[in-house]
Nanobody, 124 residues
Framework: QVQLVESGGGLVQAGGSLRLSCAAS????????MGWFRQAVGKEREFVAA????????SYADSVKGRFTISRDSAKNTLYLQMNSLKPEDTAVYYC?????????????????WGQGTRVTVSS
């Protein structure tokens, strides 16, 4: 079992930055592939970034490449998403997700554990 709690969302102006955190509990965090997803109002949940269990492999959605960075601190059991150069279209609820003993994946249905989400609003 993995429990996930996101934090760090808020309201920011276009061009600004935010750092999201995802605190994980459970013994399998260090061996879990982790991902960030987002869901805007009226849209399906979409992939943002993923990180392998070792942290050595990462992948990003094209829409965030070069602006967002996923990382993890295994000592703190915490996953991060640094978001820079934010745009109004980044507005969404952001979720972290875990897939124990899995690598990176962009598929929502490959992550059995999800946090409750944190809202990010980017004003123009």
């Amino acid at each position: 079992q993995v429990q996930l709690v996101e934090s760090g969302g808020g309201l920011v102006q276009a061009g600004g930055s935010l750092r999201l955190s995802c605190a994980a509990s459970g013994r399998t965090f260090s061996s879990s592939g982790m991902g960030w997803f987002r869901q805007a109002v009226g849209k399906e949940r979409e992939f943002v970034a993923a990180n392998s269990w070792s942290g050595g492999r990462t992948s990003y959605a094209d829409s965030v490449k070069g602006r967002f960075t996923i990382s993890r601190d295994s000592a703190k059991n915490t996953l991060y998403l640094q978001m820079n150069s934010l745009k109004p279209e980044d507005t969404a609820v952001y979720y972290c997700a875990a897939r124990p003993f899995g690598g990176t994946s962009a598929r929502v249905d490959e992550y059995p554990y999800w946090g409750q989400g944190t809202r990010v609003t980017v004003s123009s």
